[in-house]
């Protein structure tokens, strides 16, 4: 079956970096447009960034632009999340997903797979 592992999550003090991974299996991961979203206690799930089939086009919510970079390495089967200058309120659950149609949505209703979450704690 699909599964979706994230790891890389942890505390980091304000202004340093992190960089989350995702790892697939089950699915054929170069057809499949990948995303990282994330979810604050308390607050809806949010859409981050995501990486089309073959990463020539990445998207980003605008309060990472700049600061985030998405990438993938279809010989892995691994997406990445480059997080940098962190802000306290880039804390929360981020998780990735997956979409079999390969278009670069940012709803999170538009992706059919998903990893169980990697927490991230930024401190001020």
């Known amino acids: 079956q699909v599964q979706l592992v994230e790891s890389g999550g942890r505390l980091v003090q304000a202004g340093n970096s992190l960089r989350l991974s995702c790892a697939a299996s089950g699915l054929t991961f170069s057809s499949y447009s990948m995303a990282w979203f994330r979810q604050a206690p308390g607050k809806a799930r949010e859409f981050v960034a995501v990486?089309?089939?073959?990463?020539?086009?990445?998207y980003y919510a605008d309060s990472v632009k700049g600061r985030f970079t998405i990438s993938r390495d279809n010989a892995r089967n691994t997406v990445y999340l480059q997080m940098n200058s962190l802000k306290p309120e880039d804390t929360a659950v981020y998780y990735c997903?997956?979409?079999?149609?390969?278009?670069?949505?940012?709803?999170?209703?538009?992706?059919?797979?998903w990893g169980q979450g990697t927490q991230v704690t930024v401190s001020s």
């Open positions: 997903a997956a979409d079999r149609t390969g278009a670069v949505y940012r709803t999170a209703g538009s992706y059919n797979y």
């Open positions: 990486i089309s089939t073959g990463g020539g086009r990445t």
